[in-house]
C-alpha cells in the first residue's frame, strides 16, 4: 500500500502533518503493508529513524498504523500514548474507505475517548492510507 512515486510530494504531505526537524517519533503497528513512503519522508523531514513501539524513549509523535482486524482498537491506543510527551499527538493510520482493512470512522470515533484520546482531524495521509490525528485531553491524559 505505497504512496506516490514522488519523494518530495511526501514530504511536503508529512510537512502539512506537523512533523517538525527534531521530533522524536515512535511507531506502531508496523508490517509490510504501511506506506514506506510516508515513514521515509517523515524520517527525512525529522532528521532520524522512526522508534519501534519497543523503544522506552519520550516520542512527540507516535504513528500508530492500524487495520481492521489487527485487534482492539481501544487496546492499540493505549499502547500508543505510553511514552507520548505532554502535548504530543498520535497518528492513527489506517487505510482509506474502500481498502482492504478499512476502518471505520465510527469506530475511531468511540475508540479515542476510551483510549484518554481526543480526535481532532482526519486528512488524507498517504495514496492509500488515512490519517486521524489524536491529542490527550488539556487537563491530562486519563
Known amino acids: 500500500m505505497g504512496a506516490t512515486a514522488d519523494p ?3 514530504t511536503a504531505a508529512v510537512a502539512k502533518l506537523g512533523f517538525k526537524p527534531g521530533h ?4 506502531f503497528g508496523w508490517d509490510e503493508q504501511v506506506d514506506e ?3 521515509t519522508a517523515v524520517e527525512e523531514l525529522v532528521g532520524s529513524e522512526i522508534l519501534d513501539e519497543d523503544a522506552d ?3 512527540d509523535v507516535v504513528l500508530c498504523w492500524y487495520r481492521d482486524g489487527d485487534g482492539d482498537l481501544v487496546d492499540a491506543l ?3 500514548i ?3 510527551a505532554d502535548g504530543g ?3 492513527l493510520l489506517t487505510p482509506k474507505k474502500g481498502r ?7 469506530e475511531i470515533d468511540e475508540a479515542a475517548p476510551t483510549a484518554g484520546l481526543h480526535a481532532t482531524s482526519s486528512v488524507s495521509a498517504s495514496g492509500n492510507w488515512a490519517g486521524t490525528r489524536m491529542t490527550t485531553p488539556k487537563n491530562g491524559r486519563r
Request: zero cysteines; proline letters at 7%.
Open 78 to 80: 493505549v499502547d500508543a
Open 89 to 91: 499527538v498520535v497518528w
Open 37 to 39: 513512503d510516508f515513514r
Open 8 to 10: 518530495a510530494a511526501d
Open 57 to 59: 524513549d519520550v516520542a
Open 82 to 84: 505510553t511514552n507520548l
Open 100 to 106: 482492504p482493512g478499512h476502518v471505520p470512522a465510527a
Open 24 to 27: 522524536i517519533v515512535q511507531e
